[in-house]
């Protein structure tokens, strides 16, 4: 199970197509606008498109599909508005707000309801009396992630928390790099951390502002501190007020105070639309500097994926880098960080701040490659053949005279393939299914010239720029092996073998 960049989707033929200005003609979930999604069957140019939910890929979650050319009758139509009403949740979240108030300004036995996952106002404890309940302490109400349960979907939306020891260097890094306020995406651990160092009253104050698609989080904050926001789509809950608020919030930068984005998304795959939603996060930035920074550029950003995206998210945002410190996680007892026996964690950051400025920790291992420009962790041993630090996953790789390169310590050279790969692997064989476009055996359906002949025929004539490159993949096909989000669902159960 050696990923580079493809994805499971493309194993099964389905891609996710990114339209200008889609959301206007995407039909709409609870989710907001849903993405379009093309099903390619093997050896017909174009697959069918249809429209699927963005923020649940598992059905049970949100069952929301419609065929792309699909006439959609008016009474399933008013269905979908009243399922849309009926699913409503309780609060707004100004009213959210004035809840908080009255609840924290309870004197004692304030309560939380474990299975309703809410704050009781005193008037409500009857109602939940049979319900699971517990006392939350004044450290509790100020690190919500520590009362509310993790979301555990298993097949992407599970909720893995920051441990401490990530949370800490990630806030600790920025605030040393000059960082005033952090848009905190899908980073509820790092939003909370901010407010507390600011109770300290230790260091400089922090602003932060958290976008996030769990509802959960509005009972907590107010309505400059959070907005009900789904990253794959770059929908505000909130509407037109919502997304004010993040655009006060990215202004407010250009008066000096620098500004950066934090996101730490789902790992179930769908770089492009997140990569798409970033890239819209960092244009409205650009049009809010002041007009002597005007020279373009994007806003800073630290994207926390695994490491097998690398591929993927370099091609649709190739200002950034991967770093090599490992991200944990508290709830995720597989990702622990090092050499404990455990397995260590996939999980990195991938950032367009400069790599030499972020200073990783030597005490967990990590040093200076002087050659490289760049902290790495200490199996990661430099090449002077490849003139790179070139371990991805944490092992000490070798290089491969044959291979000319250097590759994981667990791939032995093979004549046959004439390349490297695990010991056991279907020898001979790679690309058997051949490509899904053309037939081809030498390459797969992304790298084939045929297909992308289609695309830039269809951008042409579309005459539009994209922000996000179109997807094929210009690797060459001998590199590919298997699919990254294939892995990355195993996430939820089990770490990459290889
Ligand atoms: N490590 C982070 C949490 C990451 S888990 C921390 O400790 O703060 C992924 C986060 O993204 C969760 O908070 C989850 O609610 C959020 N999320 C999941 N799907 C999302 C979506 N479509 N849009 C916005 N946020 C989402
Ligand atoms: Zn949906
Ligand atoms: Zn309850
Ligand atoms: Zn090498
Ligand atoms: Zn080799």
Redesign the pocket.
């Known amino acids: 199970m050696d990923g580079d960049g493809a994805n499971e989707d493309e194993g099964l033929g389905i891609d996710v197509i990114l339209q200008q200005d889609g959301d206007k003609k995407a039909p709409s979930c609870l ?1 907001g606008p849903a993405l379009l999604f093309e099903k390619v069957c093997r050896g017909e140019e174009k697959g069918r498109r249809f429209y699927a939910c ?2 649940c890929r598992d059905r049970k979650d949100c069952n929301f599909f419609q065929w792309e050319d699909e006439k959609v009758s008016e009474a399933r139509l008013q269905a979908r508005e009243m399922e849309k009403q009926s699913k409503r949740p309780p609060f707004t979240h100004k009213e959210y707000c004035s809840r908080l108030k009255r609840f924290a300004s309870q004197p004692a036995e304030r309560m939380f309801c474990q299975d309703c996952q809410v704050l009781l106002l005193p008037s409500e404890r009857d109602a939940h009396a049979s319900h699971q309940s517990v006392e939350v302490s004044a450290a509790q109400l100020s690190r919500p ?1 520590t009362l509310l349960r993790p ?1 555990e979907n298993k097949k992407s ?6 441990t401490d020891r990530s ?1 800490n260097f990630l806030l600790a890094t920025l605030a040393g790099l000059g960082y005033r306020r952090v848009l ?8 909370e951390l901010i407010k507390l160092r600011n109770q300290e009253k230790k260091d400089e104050p922090m602003k932060s502002l958290l ?4 509802l959960r989080y509005a009972q907590f904050y107010g309505e400059d501190e959070f907005c009900h ?4 789509n770059h929908h505000f809950f909130g509407g037109e007020a919502c997304s004010q608020v993040l655009q006060a919030f990215l202004g407010e930068s250009g008066m000096g105070e620098k500004v950066v984005m934090v996101a ?3 790992f179930g795959g769908l770089v492009n639309p997140l990569a798409h939603s970033f890239s819209l996060i960092s244009q409205a930035w650009r049009k809010l500097q002041s007009p002597d920074n005007d020279g373009g550029g994007d806003m800073p950003m630290v994207w ?1 994926f695994p490491y097998f995206f690398e591929a993927r998210i370099l091609q649709c945002l190739p200002s950034l880098t991967m770093l090599d410190y490992q991200v944990d ?1 508290d709830n995720h007892p597989l990702y622990k960080h090092g050499k404990t026996g455990r397995k260590q964690s996939p999980v990195r950051m991938f950032t367009n701040l400069s790599p030499r400025a972020v200073v990783l920790p030597a005490k967990e291992g990590y040093r200076l490659c002087a050659i490289c420009e760049r902290y790495v962790w200490s199996l990661n041993k430099h090449c002077a053949k490849c003139n790179v630090c070139p371990s991805k996953d944490g092992r000490e790789w070798r290089h491969c005279e044959k291979c000319e390169k250097c590759v994981k310590p667990s791939w032995k050279h093979c004549q046959k393939c004439g390349h490297c790969a695990l010991p056991g692997h279907p020898c001979g064989q790679e690309n058997k299914e051949g490509c899904f476009v053309c037939g081809s055996l030498k390459h797969r359906r992304n790298a084939c010239k045929q297909r992308l002949a289609q695309r830039v025929n269809k951008a042409n004539a579309r005459g539009g720029k994209k922000l996000v490159p179109p997807r094929p993949a210009f690797k060459p096909a001998g590199k590919r092996k298997s699919g990254a989000s294939r892995r990355a669902k195993k996430l939820a159960r089990a770490a990459p073998t290889s």
């Open positions: 989710h963005s923020a992630s979301l939306n599970a909720q893995y928390l920051f949370a905190c995406v899908g980073t509820p651990r790092l939003h976008l996030d698609i769990d926001y789904n990253m794959f730490d998304p789902p926390v996680y």
